[in-house]
């Protein structure tokens, strides 16, 4: 099993993770809906992540609904003291599996319940609010209201940090006068490019910054470079995919998700994967390709 102490450390909140993490999204049914298709496998997942090392899962209550959250509290609770185990509010799930914003007091103070109580947890060391204002990215609009409702729940000692995703640079700098940010989870990768100054501003304030869809979420990457790259190293596309976003800033926090163990252990892999300065600015051309 790969060492993934290669990939370093940072501190989120109170506890200083392990750069390659886990996102237990993938556990849910198609479509992040419903239960998992192979019940035993998504279990085995779970431990096989923690028998790895990794100490940092990301999740959340609307993936499944309440899916991700049951499978994780049957499969690890009693959770060990280094896990560190973040989940984000600020949505729902429809009948018809849609994804719709869920921003009042009531519904955040709802969603942080709901969290501690299919985690199994008294306290939940991160809470992201996952801002709803655009359907595809970010958009401008205010958090002040909701976010200052979780700041009441941190202060009630329901929850110990908080972060923000989907956001703005504009949306960080208002929610940073309201409450201590400790990571942003906005979408980032290889070829999606737009928090490149984002992330250099955050590493500077110790921020921690965590991609989703690292791998291109829903529409895997599709790369010659990437594959040329990959073929040279002896690694698959997705590996030199991740390896770029740790070398990319020490702030990056990866959690690439899986339900399968074997895909897990060649995400893990990724420690492996030694990108040359020069590999990196070839890389670094798969931005600049897509946008031509």
Not at 78 to 92: E, M, N, S
Request: aromatic share 6%; with cysteine; proline share 5%.
């Amino acid at each position: 099993m790969a060492n993934i102490d290669k990939a370093g450390t940072f501190k989120l909140g109170d506890h200083t993770v392990k750069r390659l993490g886990y996102g237990a999204m993938q556990l849910a049914g198609k479509g992040v809906f419903g239960p998992p298709k192979d019940h035993d496998a998504a279990i085995a997942v779970l431990r096989a992540v923690i028998e790895s090392g990794v100490n940092h899962i990301d999740t959340s209550d609307f993936y499944g609904p309440h899916v991700t959250n049951k499978l994780i509290k049957e499969a690890l609770h009693p959770y060990t003291d280094d896990l560190v185990i973040v989940t984000k509010i600020g949505a729902r799930r429809g009948e018809d599996a849609s994804w719709l914003p869920a921003f009042s007091a009531q519904d955040l103070e709802q969603a942080v319940h709901d969290n501690l109580k299919n985690l199994g947890l008294d306290v939940i060391d991160v809470v992201n609010l996952r801002l709803m204002f655009g359907v595809h990215g970010p958009a401008e609009g205010s958090l002040e209201a909701p976010l200052t409702a979780l700041a009441e729940l941190q202060r009630k000692g329901l929850v110990r940090h908080i972060g923000l995703s989907n956001v703005t640079p504009t949306q960080l700098a208002e929610g940073r006068k309201i409450a201590d940010i400790v990571c942003v989870q906005n979408m980032y990768n290889l070829a999606h490019r737009d928090d490149d100054t984002l992330i250099d501003d955050l590493a500077r304030d110790g921020i921690a910054y965590v991609p989703f869809f690292p791998l291109g979420g829903f529409s895997p990457l599709q790369s010659s470079t990437l594959s040329d790259v990959a073929v040279r190293l002896g690694a698959t596309p997705m590996q030199v995919a991740l390896a770029w976003l740790l070398k990319r800033s020490p702030n990056i926090l990866l959690i690439p998700g899986t339900s399968s163990v074997g895909h897990l252990r060649e995400n893990l892999a990724v420690t492996e994967v030694e990108l040359s300065d020069a590999v990196m600015v070839e890389l670094d051309g798969v931005a600049a390709i897509k946008a031509a």
